[in-house]
């Protein structure tokens, strides 16, 4: 039972991001309606829809026209994730975070993917974000869409995987081989969306200074580490949008001194970047 | 954001080199997954480019079709990935006259006022344009003279869009070929022809519009077609920049002797 409550979090996030890719396959198999069509733009119960904002930002800098259902969708996604944490989608929500989890997990156990040379920085994902809309522009197509390995990820779940496995191999051994959290914490571009989104999000990860003992455990499973660095020297709340507020950290500190919770702002530490 | 924070010229110029060769690859990796000339879209597909612009490659057209039809496009095939098309040699569009696919489009990349009269008040799917029906009479096995009109039984518009020529077969001299032809202002492209045509590979096949089609351009008019000529209506051409018109060279003094 232990094991169960110190992976609580852990297997919520894996309950709903199967349900919501079981649901959608649901959809296109076997004619279910509760959520149709797929991580790009979906219709919930036949009638509220739902739309990927970053790729409806990509089509509109393209220069499509769109029509009203899918901009409606991708507002509602937006204010969604602008409360509960814009990366919520990518820990929660996902099916990559399973990939790369499994890969940084056992990157972490084997040692690998921490080489000196680092490929990618943390602000690389913002400088693809930007460049994903300027060739958005020029080719007049989403551009992060027609590469994007999540894309054919989840694309491929639904409609069938075709040659997206390879994709998908890429980014495993990126991960596992080359840099640790390499693809969800550097590259990104949607990530990166979410973590801009994710600024003012109501929902963040508490942090209280009385209680921990600084085993500094809650580092090591965070793969955005370098935003904890209030962990150990002020409480407040990790302010930072690229948290994913996957609650790793919550589960893993053995003092409590992490949790859920509304936004407050750090008392003594103004948290990192933002 | 971290950029921004402590970085001194030469990082600045290397992140910019990094992002100029990592935008060229990507534009090219983009490019490669756009030259798709031969791709057939569902009903109500707006023209390739803009269709591209528009699609946000969800899927929901191809849950909507009740045949099977639509499929989304595979990475590394001959499609820009995740976006719908059809083989009507598999599986062709069957026309439902409520056209699931165009209507639940969310982005309108499937437009149903294409395939819609007065404006998408009423559906009309017969005015779909998914591509055109191209005859191979080479291997034709009517066009050699044996009996065979499977293509035109399977038009949903049969003697609209197939219709049956008869020739007289010159290497018998005493009998006729039925010659099947296709009329491009009633095909919708649905393929059912290609899907029935019974040689191995289909002697009659759907291109899309701007593969099959040649276009006149405004050098030509049909003089016997009320309202034809406003087609060239605006242009301008060579004479229009001439400082008189050909005509005054007739007039002009200099032909006629006094």
């Known amino acids: 039972m232990t094991s169960l409550r110190t992976n609580r979090y852990l297997i919520a996030r894996r309950l709903v991001q199967t ?9 296109n198999l076997w004619g279910w309606t509760v959520l149709r069509g797929n991580l790009s733009s979906s219709v919930v119960l036949g009638t509220v829809p739902l739309a990927d904002p970053f ?26 994730y602008a409360l509960l944490g814009g990366r919520v989608f990518c820990s929660w929500v996902c099916p990559m975070n399973m990939v790369t989890d499994l890969a940084n997990r056992l990157g972490r156990r084997f040692k690998t993917g921490t080489g000196s040379r680092r490929v990618f920085g943390r602000s690389a994902r913002y400088f693809i974000l930007g460049l994903a809309l300027v060739l958005s522009a020029i080719m007049g197509v989403a551009a992060f869409e027609a590469i994007s390995p999540i894309g054919m990820l989840q694309r491929g779940l639904v409609f069938g995987m075709g040659a997206g496995w390879l994709a998908v191999t890429a980014v495993f051994l990126f991960d596992l081989l080359i840099q640790r959290n390499g693809f969800c914490g550097h590259v990104c571009p949607l990530g990166a969306f979410y973590a801009l989104v994710g600024r003012t999000a109501l929902v963040r990860i508490d942090h209280d200074h009385e209680k921990c003992t600084s085993c500094m455990d809650c580092l090591k499973v965070c793969p955005e580490n370098q935003i904890l660095e209030l962990v150990g020297q002020a409480s407040g709340s990790v302010l930072d949008g690229v948290c994913t ?7 893993v500190c053995p003092d409590a001194a992490l949790s859920f919770s509304h936004r407050k702002h750090a008392m003594s530490l103004e948290s990192g970047g933002s | 954001m971290a950029a921004g924070k402590g970085i001194d010229r030469r990082g600045f110029l290397s992140r910019l080199t990094a992002a100029a060769v990592g935008g060229v690859v990507w534009g090219g990796f983009v490019t490669e997954g756009k030259s798709a000339a031969l791709v057939l879209r569902p009903p109500g597909a707006l023209p390739e480019k803009v269709f591209l ?11 909507a079709c009740p045949y099977d039809t639509l499929f989304l496009a595979g990475p590394g095939t001959d499609a820009p990935t995740g976006t719908p098309r059809l083989l009507p040699r598999d599986v062709p569009c069957y026309l439902c006259t409520d056209i699931p696919c165009t209507a639940e489009c969310p982005t309108g990349a499937l437009d149903v006022s294409l395939v819609s009269d007065d404006g998408g008040r009423t559906l009309d799917v ?39 020529e008869h020739t007289r ?24 022809c290609e899907r029935a045509c019974v040689v191995e590979k289909a002697a009659i096949f759907v291109l899309p519009l701007e593969v099959a089609l040649g276009r006149v351009g405004n050098s030509y008019v049909k003089g016997w077609e009320e309202g034809d000529e406003s087609r060239i209506d605006g242009t301008t051409g060579p004479a229009d920049e001439l400082d008189s018109h050909p005509l005054d060279y007739l007039n002009s003094g200099d032909l006629q002797d006094d």
């Open chain 1, 19 to 27: 349900a919501v890719m079981v649901l959608l396959i649901g959809g």
């Open chain 1, 55 to 80: 790729a409806v930002i990509q089509l509109l800098a393209a220069g499509g026209l769109l029509a009203t259902d899918v901009l409606i969708g991708a507002a509602i996604t937006l204010a969604f």
């Open chain 1, 245 to 251: 507020n996957c609650g790793r950290c919550i589960e």
């Open chain 2, 53 to 63: 612009g528009k699609c946000i490659k969800c899927g929901i057209c191809v849950e």
């Open chain 2, 126 to 164: 017969n005015k779909t344009r998914i591509g055109l029906a191209v005859m191979d009479y080479e291997n034709c096995i009517a066009a050699w003279g044996l009996r065979c009109d499977a293509c035109y039984r399977a038009c949903p518009l049969l003697d609209k869009a197939i219709t049956i």
């Open chain 2, 169 to 192: 077969n010159e290497r018998t001299g005493r009998h006729a070929v039925l010659l099947p032809k296709v009329h491009p202002d009633a095909c919708t492209g649905c393929g059912l």
